[in-house]
């Protein structure tokens, strides 16, 4: 069982950026995303990518987030550019096999979480 530990939130002004990165205990052939939950609503999907390189974004990052890996290290990274206050949530890392979606309920491992918040 896979196990995850994200890293690098923060308080950013808007138009800032951030670096997440989610470390992975094992080297696989996960598929790994990042998911946004702010205060009061349901966590959402923000992106992610499968061991082919196949990538998938939600619209409204689209331009602004990109999602890469250091396989060496077994990690993911965020990298959150042209923050909006809007953008503030805890972000979480997941993973699961198989190819990438964008549905949460297709995920099957999760870290703990990190803060995001960005102030206008």
């Known amino acids: 069982q896979v196990q995850l530990v994200e890293s690098g939130g923060g308080l950013v002004q808007a138009g800032g950026s951030l670096r997440l990165s989610c470390a992975a205990s094992?080297?696989?052939?996960?598929?790994m995303g990042w998911f946004c939950q702010a205060p009061g609503k349901e966590r959402e999907f923000v992106v992610a990518?499968?061991?082919?390189?196949?990538?998938l974004y939600a619209d409204s990052v689209k331009g602004r987030f990109s999602i890469s890996t250091d396989t060496a290290k077994n990690t993911v990274y965020l990298q959150m550019n042209n923050l909006k206050p809007e953008d503030t949530a805890v972000y979480y890392c997941?993973?699961?096999?198989?190819?990438?979606?964008?549905?949460?309920?297709?995920?099957?491992?999760w870290g703990q979480g990190t803060q995001v918040t960005v102030s206008s």
């Open positions: 094992e080297r696989s052939t996960y598929a």
């Open positions: 997941a993973a699961k096999r198989g190819q990438v979606t964008g549905r949460k309920e297709d995920y099957n491992y």
């Open positions: 990518r499968d061991w082919t390189g196949n990538i």
